[in-house]
């Protein structure tokens, strides 16, 4: 086998790593503060970079990604959106229905960019590296590449929002996707005025945040002390 290279500079200093942190806290989906202001473009080849950065099964990078800014195209995925999220309402029941229709859950029109990433199943094809057992992973390493994009998104001061209120055939039909290709993630991209200290449907009273020991399994079959102080750890905050 070829030596691979290792890396030159390993090391994150304390303010690197404080800074990867803050990213991850203080990203936001976004849906109602976009500005109409356009995304640079060596801002935006930064953004697709780091999504083509993300880890993939097998290394299939099985992602397209999509850049939409033509007006007219946006509207019809707009007008997908708008169907969808009437079909949503009404499965809800009366109070949540009001709460839900209340909700702004899209900034497709107001956001200067939208990316739609998308997965091609059969790019390796049949077998897989990591996906026989696991046929999903393809789909999983596409959203691997939605995270990368947004956190480099608020490393940038851009927000991002995820809009998945829409038929999968609707965005097809929007964007012109072949039939075989499964889209993943609708983004909206651009500038914002601010973004949220929490995320909306928290502040909403929609759902509250759960608290990481609540998810959290340490060894719960033979629990040791020192697993409990790793809990403890976690509650702190
Ligand atoms: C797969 C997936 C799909 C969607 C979302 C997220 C993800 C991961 N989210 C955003 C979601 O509501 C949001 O991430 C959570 O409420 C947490 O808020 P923050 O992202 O931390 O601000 C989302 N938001 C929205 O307004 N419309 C939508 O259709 C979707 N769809």
Request: hydrophobic share 45%; charged share 25%; glycine share 4%.
């Amino acid at each position: 086998m070829p030596a691979s290279a290792v890396q030159t500079d390993p090391v994150f200093s304390a303010t690197e790593r404080d800074a990867v942190y803050r990213c991850i806290h203080t990203r936001r989906d976004v849906r109602g503060q976009f500005l109409p202001d356009p995304i640079a473009d060596e801002v935006l080849a930064r953004l697709l970079r780091a999504a083509h950065a993300a880890p993939s099964v097998g290394f299939m990078q099985p992602w397209d990604f999509i850049v939409v800014r033509d007006r007219a195209v946006r509207e019809k995925v707009h007008a997908a959106f708008a169907k969808a999220t009437a079909e949503a309402a009404a499965m809800f029941p009366d109070e949540r229905r009001a709460a839900y229709q209340r909700l702004k859950l899209e900034g497709i029109l107001d956001s200067p960019v939208n990316v739609c990433v998308t997965c091609d199943r059969a790019r390796t094809g049949k077998v897989v590296l990591g996906r026989t057992h696991q046929p999903e992973m393809d789909l999983f390493s596409a959203v691997c590449a939605v995270q990368n994009l947004w956190l480099a998104a608020r490393a940038e001061n851009i927000g991002v929002g995820w809009v998945s209120i829409a038929h999968y055939d609707d965005l097809r039909a929007a964007l012109g996707i072949p039939a075989d290709i499964q889209p993943i993630a609708y983004l909206c991209l651009g500038k914002v005025s601010h973004f949220y200290e929490k995320p909306e449907l928290e502040s909403a009273g929609w759902l509250p945040r759960l608290p990481l020991d609540q998810v959290t399994w340490v060894d719960q079959w033979h629990r040791r002390p020192e697993d409990e102080a790793l809990l403890d750890k976690i509650r702190e905050g």
